[in-house]
Protein backbone atom coordinates (compact mmCIF):
# COMPACT_ATOMS: atom_id res chain seq x y z
CA UNK A 1 0.00 0.00 0.00
CA UNK A 2 1.49 3.37 -0.64
CA UNK A 3 1.46 6.63 1.25
CA UNK A 4 -0.76 8.04 -0.97
CA UNK A 5 -3.35 5.72 -0.47
CA UNK A 6 -2.56 5.29 3.36
CA UNK A 7 -3.19 8.82 4.06
CA UNK A 8 -6.71 8.51 1.01
CA UNK A 9 -8.17 5.97 3.50
CA UNK A 10 -6.79 6.92 6.65
CA UNK A 11 -9.06 9.99 5.98
CA UNK A 12 -11.98 8.14 5.22
CA UNK A 13 -11.35 5.75 8.22
CA UNK A 14 -10.93 9.10 10.72
CA UNK A 15 -14.22 9.75 9.86
CA UNK A 16 -15.04 6.75 11.89
CA UNK A 17 -12.87 6.94 14.58
CA UNK A 18 -10.51 4.40 12.73
CA UNK A 19 -6.79 4.29 12.42
CA UNK A 20 -5.07 1.23 10.08
CA UNK A 21 -2.57 0.07 12.92
CA UNK A 22 1.34 -0.44 12.30
CA UNK A 23 1.11 -4.03 14.28
CA UNK A 24 4.48 -5.50 15.62
CA UNK A 25 3.97 -9.93 16.01
CA UNK A 26 6.73 -12.55 17.66
CA UNK A 27 9.43 -13.20 15.63
CA UNK A 28 8.99 -16.35 13.49
CA UNK A 29 9.72 -19.73 15.05
CA UNK A 30 8.44 -18.00 18.66
CA UNK A 31 5.61 -21.00 20.31
CA UNK A 32 2.88 -19.02 19.99
CA UNK A 33 1.13 -21.81 21.92
CA UNK A 34 3.06 -20.01 25.31
CA UNK A 35 3.11 -16.69 23.51
CA UNK A 36 -0.85 -16.16 23.78
CA UNK A 37 -2.47 -15.79 27.09
CA UNK A 38 -5.61 -14.90 28.36
CA UNK A 39 -6.90 -11.12 28.99
CA UNK A 40 -5.47 -10.00 32.64
CA UNK A 41 -8.82 -9.02 33.64
CA UNK A 42 -9.47 -12.73 33.57
CA UNK A 43 -9.62 -15.15 36.77
CA UNK A 44 -9.24 -12.40 39.09
CA UNK A 45 -9.50 -14.16 41.94
CA UNK A 46 -8.00 -17.66 40.99
CA UNK A 47 -4.42 -17.97 41.87
CA UNK A 48 -4.36 -21.86 40.51
CA UNK A 49 -5.31 -20.44 36.96
CA UNK A 50 -2.18 -18.29 36.83
CA UNK A 51 0.10 -20.40 38.60
CA UNK A 52 -0.62 -23.23 35.63
CA UNK A 53 -0.08 -20.87 33.08
CA UNK A 54 3.15 -20.00 35.09
CA UNK A 55 4.01 -23.39 34.86
CA UNK A 56 3.14 -23.96 31.12
CA UNK A 57 4.95 -20.50 29.69
CA UNK A 58 8.47 -21.57 31.97
CA UNK A 59 11.16 -19.24 30.26
CA UNK A 60 9.53 -18.76 26.78
CA UNK A 61 8.79 -15.63 25.21
CA UNK A 62 5.19 -14.87 26.42
CA UNK A 63 2.49 -12.08 26.96
CA UNK A 64 2.54 -13.28 30.12
CA UNK A 65 5.83 -11.47 30.68
CA UNK A 66 4.50 -8.28 29.38
CA UNK A 67 1.15 -7.81 30.96
CA UNK A 68 -0.07 -7.28 34.33
CA UNK A 69 -2.97 -10.34 36.02
CA UNK A 70 -5.01 -8.07 37.44
CA UNK A 71 -4.61 -10.25 40.31
CA UNK A 72 -1.76 -9.17 41.18
CA UNK A 73 -2.94 -5.08 41.40
CA UNK A 74 -3.49 -5.21 44.64
CA UNK A 75 -0.01 -7.68 45.68
CA UNK A 76 2.77 -6.08 47.67
CA UNK A 77 5.00 -6.54 45.13
CA UNK A 78 3.00 -4.75 42.27
CA UNK A 79 5.45 -2.02 41.52
CA UNK A 80 8.30 -4.66 40.89
CA UNK A 81 5.83 -6.12 38.62
CA UNK A 82 5.04 -3.31 37.32
CA UNK A 83 9.15 -2.29 36.85
CA UNK A 84 9.78 -5.94 35.36
CA UNK A 85 7.01 -5.46 32.47
CA UNK A 86 8.28 -2.20 31.63
CA UNK A 87 11.86 -3.88 31.02
CA UNK A 88 10.71 -7.41 29.61
CA UNK A 89 9.26 -5.35 26.69
CA UNK A 90 12.71 -3.34 26.09
CA UNK A 91 14.42 -6.57 26.10
CA UNK A 92 11.72 -8.06 23.92
CA UNK A 93 12.19 -5.27 21.19
CA UNK A 94 15.90 -4.69 21.37
CA UNK A 95 17.10 -8.58 20.87
CA UNK A 96 14.06 -9.26 18.68
CA UNK A 97 11.37 -10.86 20.07
CA UNK A 98 8.85 -8.69 18.88
CA UNK A 99 9.30 -7.52 15.34
CA UNK A 100 7.31 -4.91 13.44
CA UNK A 101 4.89 -6.80 10.99
CA UNK A 102 3.29 -3.87 8.73
CA UNK A 103 0.34 -1.80 9.12
CA UNK A 104 -2.82 -3.93 8.42
CA UNK A 105 -5.94 -4.25 9.66
CA UNK A 106 -6.01 -7.71 11.58
CA UNK A 107 -9.04 -10.25 10.55
CA UNK A 108 -9.59 -12.78 13.50
CA UNK A 109 -11.19 -15.60 13.74
CA UNK A 110 -11.61 -17.53 17.40
CA UNK A 111 -13.37 -21.36 17.75
CA UNK A 112 -14.32 -22.37 21.37
CA UNK A 113 -16.43 -25.41 22.10
CA UNK A 114 -18.67 -23.51 24.16
CA UNK A 115 -19.35 -20.67 21.45
CA UNK A 116 -17.99 -21.61 17.91
CA UNK A 117 -16.67 -19.02 15.45
CA UNK A 118 -16.29 -15.90 17.05
CA UNK A 119 -15.29 -13.05 13.98
CA UNK A 120 -13.52 -9.43 14.28
CA UNK A 121 -11.37 -6.73 12.78
CA UNK A 122 -8.47 -5.44 14.63
CA UNK A 123 -8.46 -1.58 14.02
CA UNK A 124 -6.91 1.39 16.42
CA UNK A 125 -9.45 2.94 17.47
CA UNK A 126 -9.27 7.03 17.85
CA UNK A 127 -9.77 8.14 21.54
CA UNK A 128 -10.65 11.72 20.60
CA UNK A 129 -13.58 9.96 19.36
CA UNK A 130 -13.98 7.94 22.66
CA UNK A 131 -16.14 9.64 25.97
CA UNK A 132 -16.87 7.13 28.79
CA UNK A 133 -19.18 9.69 30.52
CA UNK A 134 -22.59 8.80 31.42
CA UNK A 135 -23.77 11.42 28.79
CA UNK A 136 -21.28 10.77 26.20
CA UNK A 137 -22.77 11.25 22.65
CA UNK A 138 -19.32 10.53 21.07
CA UNK A 139 -19.06 7.57 18.38
CA UNK A 140 -17.68 5.31 20.98
CA UNK A 141 -18.69 4.53 24.18
CA UNK A 142 -19.08 3.09 27.10
CA UNK A 143 -21.75 0.41 27.98
CA UNK A 144 -20.88 -0.05 31.52
CA UNK A 145 -20.17 2.30 34.25
CA UNK A 146 -16.55 3.19 34.79
CA UNK A 147 -15.04 2.94 37.86
CA UNK A 148 -12.61 5.56 37.50
CA UNK A 149 -10.49 4.24 41.05
CA UNK A 150 -9.63 1.11 38.68
CA UNK A 151 -7.97 3.61 36.52
CA UNK A 152 -4.81 4.98 38.13
CA UNK A 153 -3.06 1.56 38.77
CA UNK A 154 -3.39 0.30 35.19
CA UNK A 155 -2.32 3.49 34.51
CA UNK A 156 0.71 2.98 35.94
CA UNK A 157 1.40 -0.14 33.53
CA UNK A 158 0.71 2.31 30.53
CA UNK A 159 2.24 5.25 31.10
CA UNK A 160 6.30 4.00 30.86
CA UNK A 161 5.11 1.00 28.65
CA UNK A 162 6.67 0.70 25.08
CA UNK A 163 3.77 -1.56 23.55
CA UNK A 164 -0.20 -1.87 24.15
CA UNK A 165 -1.42 -5.72 24.02
CA UNK A 166 -5.17 -5.36 23.00
CA UNK A 167 -8.16 -7.33 24.95
CA UNK A 168 -10.27 -4.94 24.09
CA UNK A 169 -13.45 -6.01 21.81
CA UNK A 170 -15.97 -2.79 20.57
CA UNK A 171 -19.19 -3.96 19.52
CA UNK A 172 -21.06 -2.93 16.28
CA UNK A 173 -25.11 -3.16 15.16
CA UNK A 174 -24.73 -5.20 11.85
CA UNK A 175 -28.30 -7.37 12.18
CA UNK A 176 -27.57 -8.72 8.35
CA UNK A 177 -24.39 -9.61 8.96
CA UNK A 178 -22.69 -7.29 5.93
CA UNK A 179 -19.39 -6.36 7.08
CA UNK A 180 -17.32 -9.18 9.32
CA UNK A 181 -19.31 -12.07 8.61
CA UNK A 182 -20.02 -11.42 4.83
CA UNK A 183 -17.41 -9.35 3.31
CA UNK A 184 -14.27 -9.24 5.09
CA UNK A 185 -14.86 -13.28 5.80
CA UNK A 186 -14.72 -14.19 1.94
CA UNK A 187 -12.13 -11.93 1.09
CA UNK A 188 -9.50 -13.44 -1.54
CA UNK A 189 -6.52 -10.49 -0.30
CA UNK A 190 -6.47 -11.80 3.38
CA UNK A 191 -2.67 -13.35 4.24
CA UNK A 192 -2.79 -15.71 6.90
CA UNK A 193 -0.26 -14.50 9.86
CA UNK A 194 -0.68 -17.33 12.85
CA UNK A 195 -2.81 -20.30 13.35
CA UNK A 196 -2.76 -21.73 17.15
CA UNK A 197 -4.36 -23.42 20.18
CA UNK A 198 -4.80 -21.47 22.75
CA UNK A 199 -4.23 -22.62 26.59
CA UNK A 200 -6.23 -23.54 29.53
CA UNK A 201 -8.76 -24.78 26.70
CA UNK A 202 -9.52 -21.38 24.96
CA UNK A 203 -10.06 -23.13 21.52
CA UNK A 204 -8.09 -21.97 18.46
CA UNK A 205 -7.06 -18.37 17.48
CA UNK A 206 -6.67 -17.59 13.28
CA UNK A 207 -5.32 -13.84 12.29
CA UNK A 208 -5.25 -13.00 7.99
CA UNK A 209 -3.40 -9.56 7.39
CA UNK A 210 -6.06 -7.15 5.08
CA UNK A 211 -3.33 -4.48 3.67
CA UNK A 212 -4.58 -3.49 0.03
CA UNK A 213 -6.40 -0.28 -0.61
CA UNK A 214 -9.31 -1.96 -2.66
CA UNK A 215 -9.99 -4.29 0.64
CA UNK A 216 -9.83 -1.62 3.12
CA UNK A 217 -11.77 0.87 0.95
CA UNK A 218 -14.56 -1.76 1.09
CA UNK A 219 -14.70 -2.25 4.32
CA UNK A 220 -14.52 1.30 4.74
CA UNK A 221 -17.31 1.93 2.68
CA UNK A 222 -19.31 -0.49 4.07
CA UNK A 223 -18.71 0.69 8.01
CA UNK A 224 -19.60 4.09 6.71
CA UNK A 225 -23.27 2.69 5.28
CA UNK A 226 -23.60 0.96 8.59
CA UNK A 227 -23.42 4.44 10.11
CA UNK A 228 -26.16 5.70 8.31
CA UNK A 229 -28.35 3.13 9.47
CA UNK A 230 -27.50 4.03 13.03
CA UNK A 231 -28.17 7.85 12.56
CA UNK A 232 -31.65 6.49 11.12
CA UNK A 233 -32.59 3.87 13.66
CA UNK A 234 -31.44 5.67 16.56
CA UNK A 235 -33.14 9.15 15.04
CA UNK A 236 -29.84 11.19 15.96
CA UNK A 237 -26.44 12.26 14.09
CA UNK A 238 -24.86 11.06 17.01
CA UNK A 239 -25.47 8.13 17.16
CA UNK A 240 -23.94 5.40 19.40
CA UNK A 241 -21.71 3.51 16.75
CA UNK A 242 -19.36 1.67 18.81
CA UNK A 243 -20.21 0.11 21.58
CA UNK A 244 -17.65 -1.07 24.63
CA UNK A 245 -17.81 -4.92 24.83
CA UNK A 246 -15.03 -6.06 26.61
CA UNK A 247 -12.46 -4.12 28.48
CA UNK A 248 -14.24 -1.26 28.96
CA UNK A 249 -11.18 -0.09 31.93
CA UNK A 250 -8.82 -0.58 29.74
CA UNK A 251 -10.13 1.69 26.77
CA UNK A 252 -10.45 3.94 29.79
CA UNK A 253 -7.14 3.81 30.90
CA UNK A 254 -5.74 4.40 27.44
CA UNK A 255 -8.07 7.72 26.78
CA UNK A 256 -6.62 8.86 30.75
CA UNK A 257 -2.97 7.94 29.24
CA UNK A 258 -3.68 10.02 25.81
CA UNK A 259 -5.04 13.13 27.50
CA UNK A 260 -2.34 12.88 29.85
CA UNK A 261 -0.04 12.58 26.75
CA UNK A 262 -1.72 15.15 25.08
CA UNK A 263 -1.03 17.89 27.70
CA UNK A 264 2.29 17.04 28.62
CA UNK A 265 3.34 17.53 24.13
CA UNK A 266 1.27 21.37 24.62
CA UNK A 267 2.61 21.91 27.67
CA UNK A 268 6.07 21.59 26.13
CA UNK A 269 5.12 23.74 22.92
CA UNK A 270 3.87 20.61 20.46
CA UNK A 271 2.43 21.62 17.39
CA UNK A 272 -1.34 20.34 17.14
CA UNK A 273 -0.04 18.50 13.84
CA UNK A 274 2.41 16.87 16.23
CA UNK A 275 0.13 15.78 19.34
CA UNK A 276 -2.37 14.45 16.50
CA UNK A 277 0.23 11.98 15.55
CA UNK A 278 1.31 10.24 18.80
CA UNK A 279 0.59 7.01 18.66
CA UNK A 280 -0.95 7.51 22.25
CA UNK A 281 -4.00 8.63 20.50
CA UNK A 282 -4.95 5.49 19.68
CA UNK A 283 -5.88 2.18 21.27
CA UNK A 284 -6.06 -0.97 19.58
CA UNK A 285 -9.24 -3.11 19.82
CA UNK A 286 -11.34 -5.83 18.70
CA UNK A 287 -14.11 -4.80 16.58
CA UNK A 288 -17.06 -7.80 16.75
CA UNK A 289 -20.57 -7.79 15.76
CA UNK A 290 -22.84 -7.79 18.58
CA UNK A 291 -25.21 -10.16 16.86
CA UNK A 292 -22.05 -12.72 15.49
CA UNK A 293 -23.37 -16.05 16.26
CA UNK A 294 -20.24 -17.07 17.98
CA UNK A 295 -20.45 -13.57 20.71
CA UNK A 296 -23.04 -15.33 24.12
CA UNK A 297 -24.22 -12.24 26.27
CA UNK A 298 -23.15 -14.06 29.65
CA UNK A 299 -23.60 -12.07 32.99
CA UNK A 300 -20.85 -11.06 35.12
CA UNK A 301 -21.91 -12.52 38.66
CA UNK A 302 -20.85 -11.22 41.80
CA UNK A 303 -18.55 -12.72 44.66
CA UNK A 304 -18.82 -10.69 48.34
CA UNK A 305 -16.00 -12.34 50.27
CA UNK A 306 -16.17 -11.98 54.39
CA UNK A 307 -15.09 -13.72 57.37
CA UNK A 308 -18.72 -15.34 57.85
CA UNK A 309 -20.31 -16.12 54.59
CA UNK A 310 -23.74 -16.58 56.37
CA UNK A 311 -23.74 -13.31 58.06
CA UNK A 312 -23.32 -11.28 54.36
CA UNK A 313 -26.34 -13.93 53.36
CA UNK A 314 -28.44 -12.54 56.47
CA UNK A 315 -27.34 -8.88 55.53
CA UNK A 316 -28.06 -9.22 51.82
CA UNK A 317 -31.86 -10.95 52.28
CA UNK A 318 -32.73 -8.30 54.98
CA UNK A 319 -31.44 -5.43 53.30
CA UNK A 320 -34.32 -2.39 52.53
CA UNK A 321 -33.69 -3.05 48.93
CA UNK A 322 -34.81 -6.60 49.20
CA UNK A 323 -38.75 -7.60 48.81
CA UNK A 324 -38.10 -10.99 49.30
CA UNK A 325 -35.52 -14.53 49.29
CA UNK A 326 -36.73 -17.18 48.82
CA UNK A 327 -34.91 -20.40 49.13
CA UNK A 328 -34.77 -22.60 45.56
CA UNK A 329 -32.84 -25.06 44.04
CA UNK A 330 -30.30 -24.79 41.68
CA UNK A 331 -31.45 -25.93 38.36
CA UNK A 332 -34.80 -23.50 38.97
CA UNK A 333 -33.39 -20.45 39.63
CA UNK A 334 -30.50 -21.06 36.62
CA UNK A 335 -33.46 -21.32 34.63
CA UNK A 336 -35.80 -18.47 36.05
CA UNK A 337 -32.40 -15.86 34.98
CA UNK A 338 -32.59 -16.68 32.22
CA UNK A 339 -36.56 -16.32 31.46
CA UNK A 340 -38.01 -12.61 31.21
CA UNK A 341 -38.93 -13.21 34.85
CA UNK A 342 -35.81 -14.01 35.76
CA UNK A 343 -34.42 -10.61 34.32
CA UNK A 344 -35.52 -8.29 37.68
CA UNK A 345 -34.18 -10.69 39.41
CA UNK A 346 -31.25 -12.28 41.46
CA UNK A 347 -29.78 -15.28 43.37
CA UNK A 348 -27.42 -16.16 46.15
CA UNK A 349 -25.90 -18.79 46.86
CA UNK A 350 -24.25 -19.32 51.11
CA UNK A 351 -22.92 -22.75 50.44
CA UNK A 352 -25.52 -24.27 51.47
CA UNK A 353 -28.80 -23.04 49.80
CA UNK A 354 -29.85 -21.26 47.02
CA UNK A 355 -32.12 -18.53 47.22
CA UNK A 356 -34.20 -15.85 44.35
CA UNK A 357 -34.32 -12.57 45.58
CA UNK A 358 -37.32 -10.13 44.80
CA UNK A 359 -36.14 -6.09 44.69
CA UNK A 360 -38.90 -3.88 46.08
CA UNK A 361 -38.65 -1.73 43.12
CA UNK A 362 -37.59 -3.79 40.09
CA UNK A 363 -38.21 -1.03 37.56
CA UNK A 364 -35.82 1.43 38.61
CA UNK A 365 -32.34 -0.46 38.69
CA UNK A 366 -31.21 -3.39 36.78
CA UNK A 367 -30.34 -6.63 39.14
CA UNK A 368 -26.26 -6.46 38.87
CA UNK A 369 -26.53 -2.42 40.27
CA UNK A 370 -28.80 -3.53 43.07
CA UNK A 371 -26.52 -6.19 43.95
CA UNK A 372 -23.69 -3.47 43.74
CA UNK A 373 -25.68 -1.23 46.14
CA UNK A 374 -26.06 -3.92 48.68
CA UNK A 375 -22.65 -4.34 48.87
CA UNK A 376 -21.62 -0.87 48.88
CA UNK A 377 -24.22 -0.47 51.84
CA UNK A 378 -22.50 -3.72 53.68
CA UNK A 379 -18.80 -2.35 53.00
CA UNK A 380 -20.24 0.80 54.59
CA UNK A 381 -21.46 -0.80 57.85
CA UNK A 382 -18.93 -2.89 58.34
CA UNK A 383 -15.60 -1.26 56.61
CA UNK A 384 -12.74 -3.50 55.54
CA UNK A 385 -14.64 -6.69 56.27
CA UNK A 386 -16.10 -7.37 53.00
CA UNK A 387 -14.87 -7.24 49.59
CA UNK A 388 -16.46 -7.73 46.01
CA UNK A 389 -15.19 -9.69 42.92
CA UNK A 390 -16.73 -9.85 39.53
CA UNK A 391 -16.76 -13.41 37.71
CA UNK A 392 -17.68 -15.31 34.84
CA UNK A 393 -19.77 -18.26 35.08
CA UNK A 394 -21.97 -20.03 37.59
CA UNK A 395 -19.49 -22.63 38.97
CA UNK A 396 -16.52 -20.58 38.86
CA UNK A 397 -18.36 -18.04 40.91
CA UNK A 398 -19.98 -21.29 43.38
CA UNK A 399 -16.81 -22.71 44.09
CA UNK A 400 -16.24 -19.55 45.66
CA UNK A 401 -17.74 -20.34 48.53
CA UNK A 402 -14.81 -22.59 49.79
CA UNK A 403 -12.89 -19.23 50.30
CA UNK A 404 -15.85 -17.62 52.72
CA UNK A 405 -17.86 -15.86 49.39
CA UNK A 406 -20.94 -15.25 48.69
CA UNK A 407 -21.86 -15.86 45.31
CA UNK A 408 -24.51 -13.74 44.09
CA UNK A 409 -26.21 -14.35 40.64
CA UNK A 410 -27.44 -12.05 38.11
CA UNK A 411 -29.13 -12.18 34.94
CA UNK A 412 -28.20 -10.64 31.95
CA UNK A 413 -29.56 -8.04 29.38
CA UNK A 414 -30.36 -9.14 26.09
CA UNK A 415 -28.11 -8.26 23.23
CA UNK A 416 -30.98 -7.07 21.11
CA UNK A 417 -31.66 -4.64 23.74
CA UNK A 418 -28.25 -2.97 24.33
CA UNK A 419 -27.56 -0.31 21.68
CA UNK A 420 -31.32 1.10 22.40
CA UNK A 421 -31.09 0.94 26.31
CA UNK A 422 -27.69 2.79 26.57
CA UNK A 423 -28.33 5.12 23.40
CA UNK A 424 -31.14 6.08 26.15
CA UNK A 425 -30.31 5.44 29.31
CA UNK A 426 -26.59 5.58 29.30
CA UNK A 427 -24.02 3.14 30.49
CA UNK A 428 -25.52 -0.13 32.01
CA UNK A 429 -24.24 -0.66 35.69
CA UNK A 430 -20.47 -1.54 36.36
CA UNK A 431 -19.54 -5.73 34.94
CA UNK A 432 -23.33 -6.10 33.56
CA UNK A 433 -22.27 -8.53 31.28
CA UNK A 434 -19.82 -10.84 29.56
CA UNK A 435 -19.26 -12.15 26.07
CA UNK A 436 -18.61 -15.48 26.65
CA UNK A 437 -16.79 -17.47 29.30
CA UNK A 438 -13.62 -16.70 30.95
CA UNK A 439 -11.82 -18.75 28.39
CA UNK A 440 -13.44 -17.40 25.74
CA UNK A 441 -12.64 -13.70 26.34
CA UNK A 442 -9.53 -12.12 23.99
CA UNK A 443 -6.27 -14.25 24.39
CA UNK A 444 -2.97 -11.86 23.31
CA UNK A 445 -1.02 -11.44 20.57
CA UNK A 446 -0.64 -8.70 18.65
CA UNK A 447 1.80 -5.50 19.92
CA UNK A 448 1.60 -1.70 19.14
CA UNK A 449 4.26 1.12 20.52
CA UNK A 450 2.75 3.24 21.79
CA UNK A 451 5.81 5.86 22.69
Same mark, same amino acid.
Given at each position: ?139 ? $?????? @? &????? =?? *? /? ?123 ? $?????? @? &????? =?? *? /? ?155
Amino acid at each position: MTDTTYKTLSAKLELLGLHIPLLYLPEKGTDLDKWSVVACDQYTSDHAYWDRVEKNVGNAPSTLRITLPEIFLEAPDVESRIKTIHESMKQYLDNGTIQEYGKAIMYIERKTDASGLRQGLLFAMDLERYDYARDSKTLI $RATEGT @I &VERIP =PR *L /RVRKEATFELPHIMILIDDPQRKLIETLVATLPSKKPVYDISLMEHGGTLKGYAIDDSESITLIANTLASLYDTSCKTQNTNQPLFFAMGDGNHSLATAKAHWEATKKALRDAGATDDVIMAHPA $RFALAE @I &VNIHS =PG *L /RFEPIHRAIFSDSIKDVADYVKNHALVKSAVQIDEPSLKSLLQSPDGQSRAGIWDGDSYFVLEFTDPSAKLPPAYIDEIFAAYNAEYPSKGKIDFIHGWDDTKKLSKENALGCFVPVIARERLFQWVGKNGPLPRKAFSMGDAEEKKYYMECRKIR
